[in-house]
């Protein structure tokens, strides 16, 4: 078995042994796999995360408005009302933590120093996403 990646990058070339991403779609990959899938929603901010990227219209945030979202689901109340510790311990573990992981799989485009986000979609995890949140977000 080789270690040369199936994947090609823009120029044709096998880039690394690794593909470049975990769940978008590739020639030769039709869909992510459970586990991939799993990973990715087997953390509570992280599927907020995707239900509130996937909710907006264009798949642009900002970190500030997603915490701001991820705060009032964690506490059912408004992020006004949310001591300042408690929110930047939100922000400091999507910003170091969650984001970057839904980065690597290629599910979003984070740039740390400008605090943008960019959410590209992917239909299987939304939908698996959207159970999610039908049982867990407060109504």
Excluded: C
């Amino acid at each position: 078995m080789s270690n040369e990646s199936p994947y090609r990058d823009d120029s044709g070339k096998r880039p690394s042994a690794h593909p470049p991403h975990v769940l978008r779609a590739e020639p030769g990959v039709s869909r992510p796999s459970f586990d991939d899938i799993f990973g990715l929603l087997s953390k509570r901010r992280r599927r907020y995360a995707i239900h509130y990227l996937s909710q907006t219209p264009d798949g642009a945030a900002t970190l500030s408005d997603l915490v701001d979202q991820v705060v009032a689901w964690e506490t059912e109340t408004s992020p006004t009302d949310v001591p300042n510790d408690y929110r930047r311990r939100i922000e400091a573990s999507l910003h170091h933590t969650h984001l970057p992981k839904l980065a690597d799989a290629n599910i979003i485009d984070y740039d740390a120093r400008s605090e943008s986000i960019r959410y590209w979609g992917q239909p299987v995890l939304e939908e698996y996403a959207e159970h999610v949140a039908a049982m867990e977000l407060p109504e």
